[in-house]
């Protein structure tokens, strides 16, 4: 089955402790971002990549840190600076392709980061 | 700042009534735009996609873009209760194509 997995579903930050986000995607896809939903708001985008080993910040990267060292896989981190880390965590990929592509994005399941 | 703006809700709609979503956005040079539903607790789908100006027919979905106006709606003829959920109006722009969403606005039918 092709589509992106997001692992855990649920998770618990301790005060002080990093948390890693799993993103993985076997849609042959270029880009991937990482977005932030809290309850009844819309998006907002943390970090996307447009190929591996390169990546940009989007509205709200403060607290966060990402790597793609392979194209498959987009793990984000929650650091201890993110103060307010609760909310619903998506994942999500696009064929790609620069300006002229249609940039249609799919999205994960979702992980459901609350602090302990 | 780009900003896309949706109806607020939430809406109600009888079953079988055509449900009427809007949208506007502020960056004049957004080039795609796209409705995506979200159940409750389960992350958003793509529901319909379009990118010029006029209506784009799927199913009992229409989806309408006005670039003039800076306006897209999201038309649900015939509306099921499987069709309560929250509707999420994203509009893609930059070098990048990355989505800027609305806040979404949640559609309740009535059987």
């Known amino acids: 089955d092709g589509g992106i997995t997001q692992s855990p579903k649920y998770l618990f930050r301790k005060e002080g402790q990093n948390v890693t986000l799993s993103c993985e995607q076997n849609l042959n896809h270029d880009a991937m971002y990482w977005y932030r939903q809290d309850p009844g708001q819309g998006l907002r985008l943390i970090y996307y990549s447009q190929i591996v080993n390169d990546f940009q910040k989007g509205d709200i990267a403060e607290g966060y840190s990402v790597s793609r060292e392979k194209k498959e896989s987009f793990p984000l981190t929650v650091t201890s600076a993110q103060k307010n880390p609760t909310a619903f965590y998506l994942c999500?990929?696009?064929?790609?392709?620069?300006?002229?592509?249609?940039?249609?994005?799919?999205f994960g399941a979702g992980t459901r980061l609350s602090v302990l | 700042q780009k900003e896309v703006e949706q109806n607020s809700g939430p809406l109600s709609v009888p079953e079988g009534a055509i449900a009427s979503l809007n949208c506007t956005y502020s960056d004049r040079v957004s080039q795609s735009f796209f409705w995506y539903r979200q159940y409750s607790g389960k992350s958003p789908e793509l529901i319909m996609s379009?990118?010029?100006?006029g209506d784009k027919e799927d199913g009992r979905f229409t989806a309408q873009l006005n670039k003039a106006s800076q306006y897209v709606s999201l038309l649900i003829r015939d509306s099921q209760p499987s069709d309560s959920a929250t509707y999420l109006c994203a509009v893609s722009s930059g070098s990048a194509r990355q989505l800027t969403f609305g806040s979404g606005t949640q559609l309740t039918v009535l059987p």
């Open positions: 999500a990929s696009s064929i790609g392709g620069g300006v002229l592509a249609k940039n249609i994005q799919y």
């Open positions: 379009i990118y010029s100006n």
